[in-house]
Each structure stands twice: as structure tokens, then as C-alpha cells.
């Protein structure tokens, strides 16, 4: 489908741009389609964007990719503004086996 999408649309800058070739879908748009969507799938908790890039973060934390990387992935100039998922994921906390567990 990617494929198709791109040899139809022919994208300059970035994968899914807005309507002007070379500028980013705007946040309005976005949230339109998010809107959408959830009321096709008859979900009706609230959601937004920012919930979703959250919980994109916090997977990725989980799943155990490195903070550096979504620290770039998420744009955040400082690692102090990534470091707050540390705080939100708890399952790898969870995993840590005390040193006294062996004794």
C-alpha cells in the first residue's frame, strides 16, 4: 500500500505531506483523521495526538530501545523532556532482579 501511495502521490519532503508538496500534514489534519478514525472503530475514550505519541514512547521504552534513540525519534532537543517516560514505564523496573535474590 506504501508503495502505491508513494509512486500516486509522489511525496518530496516527507512520507505523508500536507497539501502543499514539501510541507508537513498539518496537526488540524491530523486530528481530523484521528477523529475519524476512532469513530469508525466506534472508540469513544478520549483520545489525541499527543496520547498516541505517549504511548508510542512508552512501547518503545518497554520494548527496550534506548532512550537516546527516542529522544531523537520524538525531535526533543534535551534528554530531560524524553526522560519523563522513565517514569511512566515501570514493566522493565519490574524485571530487575535484586542482587539479594540470590543470597
Same mark, same amino acid.
Given at each position: 500500500?506504501?508503495?502505491?501511495?508513494?509512486?500516486?502521490?509522489?511525496? %518530496?519532503?516527507? #512520507?505523508?505531506? @500536507?497539501?502543499?508538496?514539501?510541507?508537513?500534514?498539518?496537526?488540524?489534519?491530523? $486530528? /481530523?483523521?484521528?477523529?475519524?478514525?476512532?469513530?469508525?472503530?466506534?472508540?469513544?475514550?478520549?483520545?489525541?495526538?499527543?496520547?498516541?505519541?505517549?504511548?508510542?514512547? %512508552?512501547?518503545? #521504552?518497554?520494548? @527496550?530501545?534506548?532512550?537516546?534513540?527516542?529522544?531523537?525519534?520524538?525531535?526533543? $532537543? /534535551?534528554?530531560?523532556?524524553?526522560?519523563?517516560?522513565?517514569?511512566?514505564?515501570?514493566?522493565?523496573?519490574?524485571?530487575?532482579?535484586?542482587?539479594?535474590?540470590?543470597?
Amino acid at each position: 500500500m506504501l508503495r502505491e501511495y508513494y509512486v500516486l502521490f509522489k511525496p %518530496t519532503t516527507y #512520507l505523508f505531506e @500536507g497539501a502543499n508538496p514539501g510541507e508537513p500534514y498539518s496537526e488540524k489534519s491530523l $486530528q /481530523s483523521v484521528l477523529k475519524q478514525a476512532l469513530k469508525k472503530v466506534a472508540i469513544t475514550k478520549p483520545v489525541s495526538l499527543h496520547w498516541l505519541r505517549h504511548s508510542f514512547a %512508552t512501547h518503545l #521504552l518497554e520494548s @527496550g530501545t534506548d532512550l537516546r534513540y527516542i529522544q531523537e525519534l520524538l525531535g526533543h $532537543q /534535551s534528554s530531560k523532556t524524553t526522560e519523563i517516560y522513565t517514569h511512566v514505564s515501570t514493566k522493565s523496573i519490574q524485571q530487575i532482579k535484586s542482587p539479594f535474590d540470590d543470597l
